[in-house]
């Protein structure tokens, strides 16, 4: 669907209402959006805490060195605000997951803006109940609820400095990881679904204290099921208008 920047995404006829996540109805289990449910530090503009927009679901962080830094207008987002993690490690937590994003791998759909780098390698296997969404190695990363699988690292490569729309999304045998508007076309096998009941988080993969994302990083989206090709179109298309992708 070409279009162009300053184009606006309509879901029908004429004086249609413009595309928003919220416009997939119940797919869409959580979005997390910087201008929205920030709680911070006056002074250090450390986040303690950040509401989803949909049933304020609750990421949360205690301990002040691990809470990433609030950023009013990033240039490195265009210049709108995000939450920089600018240390290792640094990560927020729903503790234990709601029911909500308790949801089987097949049916997950994981995405989030981010522009930054992951730099240490990790090979081990995937820790029940943690996610990160992040480029890793100049190429595409996405951990999340999986028991059995190993680390995915996506086929497509991204420059380093690069702001995308990233992620992953499972049909019934594979796990696709996705840079902006596409899924690569070979995935990994996703093995038998689970539906673990541990700690749900956004910014560390949860081997160890080196395994974590690096840069800055706007909106995080859940849904519950494999979208579309059209419907990750139309959420690409709003990305790339809001963070000029």
Known sequence: MPMSLGSSLML????????????????????WDPDYGITKDSVSNRVSSWQDRVTDMTLSQSTGSRQPLYVAASSSMNSRPSLQFDTQPQMLFINPAPASIKVQQQQNTYLAVVRGTKDVIGTGGVTTG?????????????????????????????????????????????????LNGSKDNVGVAIGTPTTPATQFGVGWRGVSTGESFLGHMGDVLVFNRALTSAELTQVYLWAKARWAL
């Open 130 to 178: 943690n996610m990160l969404l992040s480029l890793f190695s100049s190429k595409v990363r996405a951990h999340t609820w999986y028991t059995t699988l190993k680390t995915q690292d996506g086929l497509t490569t991204v420059g380093a400095t690069t702001r995308a729309l990233v992620g992953q999304m499972a049909d019934a045998t594979t796990l696709y990881p996705i």
């Open 12 to 31: 029908g006829a004429t004086n249609a209402i413009p595309f928003q996540p919220q416009s997939l109805g119940s797919a869409l289990v959580a979005w």
